[in-house]
């Protein structure tokens, strides 16, 4: 019997998790990082590798089979529109958990203090890159949206959204010129995208090597459980958030809008969520994403190769939850109360930042002093949660893909571009 892909990914991560933790306790956290991480970082540089092709020549040839700039209009109008609804619902969420739980509480003073000593020199490198992106003034982020030069964009993973902005204006460009100047440009880009696919196949091959070894890594690197149990509330409150949105949000929305159900989608969508889980990078897993949504989903390659490369770039679900309670919870632990105008800036704010976030590792922490300096809340805080961070990120960027998977088969049905079950025909990895 021959195992599906996101058994052996999860037979990767047990295996990894407990060859990390022997080792750690046999004091062989050498032979990891050594001999072991190098395997985990070969694989995830593969699917970044790959990702920005990907995405260029899916979205190429996506918005050449639409053949219509009033079709393009119609996509991004809804999946803008769902993109921002979910994030708002995540912020939402994570504020009401914040304040009922109150995981801020649960921090004494020498746990507080112990924290904001072990952990200042890593929030101050945050700081600092945060200090640099505010110093730029208010419209710099739309200036960065447009590349100088585009192939010096392609060589850079953080550049996405102007990789993303430079193939739209290419693609609209073939939909408005005559069919028999941009054929050969088409066929072109979709026989390219047939070989990138099965480059994909080949690399995800190597997915429970490259997850067993990210988890071993991950097992020796992350801080000994001292003075993390003060954190616990924090942490879970965090997972109940990004629970929430995983398993009741999502699936009600993909059960109103599309008539799909939570095991058909979950079953379909379960390897990209767990190299989300492995690799902590959206762009990382994208290639994934997209191969999983339009072959075991059924959501047509037009309405795909658009929707997860904006989704990978601009919907970070799980990370603005993630805000929204470290913030809240950073201002309780610092007995600093929040009035109900702050927090709903808070929400604005969170929901702007998640934008704005790279779908790289931590890029949400970045964003997340940002967040706090608009709420009055003292920056420095920042280093009562990086003990945690790294696992709440490996969590977070699970609920990022998978919002960006349940927005493409909502606006895919919405546009008649959802296959049937009984016509998906799956590629088998």
Known sequence: MKLALHWKILIGMILGLAFGLTMKNLELVGVVTDWIKPFGTIFINLLKMIAVPLIVVSLITGLADLKDISKLSKLGGRTVALYLFTTVTAVSIGLVLANVIEPGSYINEVSRDTLLESFTGDANAKIELAASAKNQGPLQPLVDVVPENFFEALTDNASMLKVI??????????????????????????GLNEVILKLIDIIMLGAPIGVFSLMASLMVEIPDFTTLGALLV??????????????????????????????????????????????????????????????????????????LPLGATVNMDGTSLYQAVAAV???????????????????????????????????????????LGQAGIPEAGLAL???????????????????????????????????????IHERIL
């Open 165 to 190: 902005l430079f193939t739209i204006l290419l693609g609209i460009g073939i939909i408005l010129v005559e069919e028999k100047h941009s054929k050969p440009v088409v066929d072109f880009f979709k």
């Open 234 to 307: 924090y942490g879970m409150t965090v997972l109940l958030g990004l629970l929430i949105m995983t398993y009741i949000v999502y699936p009600t929305l993909l059960y109103s809008f599309a008539k799909v159900g939570p095991r058909r989608f979950f079953s379909a969508i379960a390897p990209a969520q767990l190299l989300a889980f492995s690799t902590s990078s959206s762009a990382a897993t994208l290639p994934v994403t997209l191969e999983r949504v339009t072959e075991h989903l059924g959501v047509d390659e037009e309405v795909s190769s658009f929707v």
């Open 329 to 371: 919870f950073i201002a309780q632990a610092m007995g600093i109360h929040l009035d109900l105008t702050t927090q709903l800036m808070i929400v604005v704010t969170a929901t702007l930042a998640s934008i704005g976030s790279a779908a790289v590792p931590s890029a949400g922490m970045v964003m997340l002093v940002i967040v």
């Open 385 to 423: 949660i990086f003990a945690i961070d790294r696992p709440l990120d490996m969590c977070r960027t699970v609920v990022n893909v998978t919002s960006d998977s349940a927005v493409a088969v909502i606006v895919g049905n919405s546009v008649g571009k959802l296959r049937k079950p009984e016509d």
